[in-house]
């Protein structure tokens, strides 16, 4: 059974970055195809970006293209999103998500109940 521990929240400024951190463990996490999420008070979950377990290939919310970067290192069992020129509208609880099934359209990646697997939030908060 996969467990997911995310942290590296915090508080910055606006036009500054954090790095979120996502640690997998009972299983390869090559085998997942990992999500950060984030969701803002009252409001469903909404999808940030996404990498395969290969790593190969990377998606991107329109919302935070140019900005966020999502990587992995399956040595680590780690997914990284490295968050740059954070806004205001940055802020709120992130969540990492995994899932290791096969999935039977191109999109799946962006709907939070398509995975399996989740992490506890960890809040980022921009403000000045």
């Known amino acids: 059974h996969v467990q997911l521990q995310a942290c590296g929240g915090g508080f910055v400024q606006p036009g500054g970055s954090l790095t979120l951190s996502c640690e997998a463990s009972g299983g390869p996490s090559s085998n997942y195809g990992t999500a950060w999420f984030r969701q803002y008070p009252g409001k469903e979950r909404e999808f940030v970006a996404a990498?395969?377990?290969?790593?190969?290939?990377?998606y991107y919310a329109d919302s935070v293209k140019g900005r966020f970067t999502i990587s992995r290192d399956n040595a680590k069992n780690t997914v990284v999103l490295q968050m740059n020129r954070l806004k205001s509208e940055d802020t709120a609880l992130y969540y990492c998500a995994a899932d290791g099934r096969p999935h039977s359209y191109s999109t799946w990646y962006q709907r939070p109940d398509e995975y399996a697997h989740w992490g506890q939030g960890t809040q980022v908060t921009v403000s000045s």
């Open positions: 990498i395969r377990g290969s790593g190969e290939k990377t």
